[in-house]
């Protein structure tokens, strides 16, 4: 019997977790019932079978291993370890190679494939992990195609929390456009944050103190997931959920 994180890698929620005595927990926000509770990692977000030992091998080696050392490297900034940190372009590659399997990973995009794709027609139910297929050819142009990777520290004393589906987006509208920012948040003091090249900040990383802020930017990996699988959120602590879990009761 195997078990496959379906959405949210094991590594991502290492970030956010805490020990037990009965290994790393985190704190859950489970939408469906709006109600908060202590899940350990190796079990959260699970399903059986989901994806075969050769679609977890890919996974582990390809997708969340190379950003698995971004995001150490990251963490050790954060700690003030590191002295000095700046993203490459390869770095940057992994980021965004890591959003689009992020995408491609939902449920709500695997059904959205079989309801509307020929293939599904022809052969059936296409399994979830036959898109990854389908993001060697397109990674090009998948998209986050063109956008560029920054750090994002945050020194509020108040964490970020990291939706199942790993990230979520901001948008401002300027001159009739949508304009979009993703969010990748790897521990509750730091993150990734992704935008069109021609908005990204040449400074190698950007900085928030301000609770308000990052509030706000829970409030928004929150509306993320409604809108999508509409599963979980995931924190290190319940101060973070508890505002979360009284606007889902309005």
Excluded: W
Excluded at 169 to 198: D, S, W
Aim: positive net charge; contains cysteine.
């Amino acid at each position: 019997m195997k078990y496959s994180h379906v959405l949210i890698p094991k590594s991502f929620l290492k970030g956010f977790s805490k020990k037990s005595g009965d290994g790393k927990v985190v704190e859950v926000l489970n939408l469906s019932n709006n109600t908060i509770s202590t899940e350990k990692i190796k079990t959260l977000g699970t399903a059986e079978n989901y994806f075969s030992g050769d679609a977890e091998l890919y996974l582990n080696k390809n997708i969340e291993q190379p950003i698995g050392v971004i995001s150490r490297l990251l963490k050790g900034f954060e700690k003030n370890i590191l002295t000095e940190i700046a993203l490459t372009k390869k770095d940057n590659e992994t980021i965004i190679r890591f959003l689009y399997y992020c995408l491609l990973r939902r449920r709500e995009t695997v059904k959205i494939v079989n309801e509307n794709s020929i293939a599904s027609q022809i052969i059936g139910t296409i399994p979830p992990e036959a898109l990854f297929n389908l993001a060697e050819l397109t990674t090009e142009a998948n998209i986050f195609s063109g956008m560029i990777a920054n750090i994002l520290i945050n020194r509020s004393g108040y964490g970020f929390v990291i939706p199942q589906n790993c990230y979520y987006q901001m948008v401002k509208i300027e001159g009739g456009e949508a304009i979009y920012t993703y969010i990748l948040p790897v521990n509750p003091n730091a993150a990734f944050i992704i935008e069109r090249e021609e908005n990204h900040k040449k400074a190698k990383y950007a900085v928030v103190e301000n609770k308000s802020k990052v509030e706000t930017l829970n409030m928004l990996a929150l509306k993320a997931e409604q809108s999508g699988d509409n599963g979980f959120i995931v924190s290190k602590s319940i101060d973070e959920l508890i505002p979360l879990q009284n606007y889902l009761s309005k």
